[in-house]
């Protein structure tokens, strides 16, 4: 009897057990949290909430799946301490982490321990030490590795080269010694070791390479570098006499190396000549400026394969050998077309924007449409890849320019939108003259601030997990259709484009916060919106667009609030915008409105507060034009407060 008891008492234990010590997503995310220092970015993830709800995520910083917690993307967010990872392995759908642009010091984390991930994104760091060699043992599906601008050192780790799947690793930027291991994979499409300091010689099968992959390590040799028994030119000081494998650098090896420059040069010299020859016999034909029977083909090197046929798929295959490339639709109120149609309609090319070129294609089943080639989208892989496009292509919204289509190839992507035939605002408020039509009026304007308005609100609605669901907000990508109602362009793609491409060339990286700070918050849009506001008014081009990088001390906003602190607020406004006498101070309002959007994150407005108070907004104001507050305001605090660091969060 004794015995029968103690057995059923076990018996209820072991059943209850599971639910005793099981643990939420929530849970772990929040153990997570409380392991990182500085973690005030991370407020939204409450207990309250749950990260994911469906595919959308609750939580700042999380990528969701069904429900479930797929990705974690904390980047940008001032962290800092040792990362510890440990607490995440109770996600059991965890496939990719990135924690890039932090102030994360200490040993590389354990990450072994979440052997089913895909991508780990670490640079830009203070991670340090020698990575031990068994640090990614087990870990089959990683196919992305970024430990770039860290602080590590001793020997690349050898469990690295057994990775099946491996397709890009980012070493660069620290200081790795010894010999490069001979990788066992055939998937390994990016090494990038430059910067370091290895020696040795380049293993064969990772010769092809670029050889900005290797430059800035004295002692490798070989393919695509220098021969390793002669010195290399490719050493960071010109002047430097020593070379791999003690060969001294003789004048025999320096009269080579001139015959080369000169060989190089005659080279250069021919092909100059080659492309004047080809102008000149180009511009004698007629309609010779980009001529319509250059088709999307030729103009993109995508070839079409020959034996497609069939209906359109909603699954790209491109980039496998063997398999026909074909579009991914992500509309159904869209006539669906082949890619071979698309491929040899003619092409009109529109312009090259950051990240590639823009084209006008005409398939002959349906009507003209807009074809982005992308060059810099890797930063997530192939799955990821098409539910991120799929999300995007759900968004439906009338200031929103709709993703019809895309085509995904490892090495490039296209998006294909409608053609809008009004073009960009950037080209009505800057270029307006040369297209023979009078300057956009201030009711046109204001319709135009409205609708990006709207538009925006629209993404931070759908897109809760981005942390700028816009991104790349400027007035080359609000597009005007026929009734002048915007259309915004190049809207949630932070997650897919290169992050050093993101940091190079999108708008919300050259903001004020990620200028001092090296952060992106839920507010960067709002400062692109207001720096959109202030163009839109003004007439001027912001001056910071056309820097790389940001910190240019006579931007746009800095310019416009010295004028208005001086009390001459009418001659900000554009001289050739045609307006009523009592429009004036409908105009001062949104210009406040657009320097309030432009203040630093503690005094900026929220998405919410900018929206209400433009909706507010009139064409016509029926009383006496005050401009007093404005004046006021700009007197009491600068418009952006570069100057106070200590407000900055």
């Known amino acids: 009897m004794a015995s029968s008891f103690l057995l059923s008492a076990i018996l209820l234990l072991l059943f209850q057990l599971p639910l005793s ?49 797929w990705g974690l993307q904390l980047e940008n967010m001032g962290f800092t301490g040792t990362l510890n990872v440990s607490s995440l392995t109770n996600l059991p759908n965890l496939r990719t982490i990135s924690f890039m642009n932090n102030r994360f010091d200490g040993p590389i984390p354990e990450i072994k321990k979440i052997p089913a991930l895909k991508s780990v994104f670490l640079s830009r ?29 001793g020997a690349i780790p050898a469990s690295l080269v057994s990775l099946p799947k491996l397709m890009e690793a980012r070493l660069d930027g620290n200081h790795f010694e010894g010999l490069i291991p001979v990788f066992k994979t055939q998937n390994l499409v990016t090494f990038n070791v430059s910067d370091n300091a290895l020696l040795g010689p380049i293993p064969s099968g990772l010769n092809k390479m670029p050889i900005t992959m290797f430059q800035g390590n004295k002692g490798l040799c070989g393919q695509p570098l220098g021969p390793c028994n002669s010195p290399t030119a490719l050493l960071p000081s010109p002047n430097d006499s020593s070379i791999v494998n003690g060969v001294r650098n003789t004048s025999k090896h320096t009269a080579r ?107 002959t089943t349906g009507s003209a449409m807009v074809v982005k080639r992308f060059k810099k989208m890797n930063n997530v892989g192939r799955e990821e890849f098409h539910e991120h496009m799929r999300r995007i292509g759900r ?8 993703l019809v289509a895309y085509y995904y190839r490892k090495e490039e992507k296209l998006l294909v939108t409608d053609f809008v035939h009004n073009g960009s605002l950037a080209v009505h408020l800057h270029g307006h003259q040369s297209l023979g039509q009078p300057s956009l009026d201030w009711p046109t304007r204001l319709k135009i601030v409205k609708g990006v308005t709207a538009g925006l609100a629209y993404l931070y609605k759908e897109l809760p997990s981005l942390i700028a669901p816009h991104g790349h907000l400027k007035s080359s990508n609000v597009l005007l259709n026929e009734s002048y109602e915007p259309l915004l362009s190049d809207y949630g793609l932070i997650p897919v484009i290169n992050q050093e491409s993101a940091q190079e060339l999108m708008v919300a990286y050259k903001s004020p916060e990620y200028f001092q700070n090296g952060r992106v918050t839920k507010k960067t849009d709002v ?10 008014l003004t007439g001027k081009f912001p001056a910071n667009f056309l820097k790389e990088g940001q910190g240019d001390e006579e931007d746009l906003a800095m310019l416009v609030s010295s004028i208005v602190k001086e009390g001459r607020v009418e001659e900000v406004f554009d001289k050739e915008m045609e307006m009523e006498k009592n429009s004036i101070g409908e105009m001062v309002r949104l210009l406040k409105i657009g320097l309030s959007c432009c203040e ?47 407000t900055m969060s």
């Open 395 to 402: 968004l439906n919204h009338p200031n929103l320019l709709p």
């Open 257 to 363: 190396s001139i015959l080369i420059i000169l060989i190089l040069c005659v080279v250069a010299l021919v092909a100059i000549l080659a492309v004047m020859f080809a102008l000149r016999r180009r511009s004698s034909r007629p309609n010779s400026v980009e001529s319509p029977q250059s088709n999307l083909e030729k103009k993109t090197g995508i070839k079409e394969d020959q034996s497609s046929h069939g209906g359109s798929s909603h699954h790209s295959s491109a980039g496998r050998k063997g398999e026909v490339p074909k579009l991914s639709f992500v509309r159904d109120d869209r006539e669906k077309f082949e890619l071979p149609d698309l491929l040899k309609a003619s092409a009109e090319i529109l312009g090259s924007g950051c990240f590639g070129a823009s084209y006008k294609a005409a398939p």
């Open 125 to 153: 760091n203070r991670l340090s030490g020698e990575i031990p060699a068994d640090s990614f043992t087990g870990m089959v599906w990683l196919k992305k590795l970024y430990l770039s601008q860290n602080q590590f050192t």
């Open 600 to 646: 630093n994150l503690e005094n900026r407005l929220e998405l919410k507060e900018a929206v209400e108070k433009i909706e507010e907004l009139k064409e016509k104001d029926d009383h006496d034009d005050d401009h007093s507050s404005i004046i006021s305001d700009g007197e009491k605090k600068s418009s952006r407060g570069l100057s106070d660091d200590s």
């Open 527 to 536: 400062w692109g919106l207001g720096i959109l506001i202030l163009e839109i």
């Open 21 to 69: 010590t099981s643990i939420t997503e929530a849970e772990t995310l929040l153990t997570f949290k409380s392991s990182i220092s500085n973690n005030t970015a991370l407020s939204s993830w409450d207990i309250k909430n749950p990260p994911c709800k469906g595919n959308s995520a609750n939580w700042v910083g999380v990528l969701c799946i069904q429900d479930s917690v």
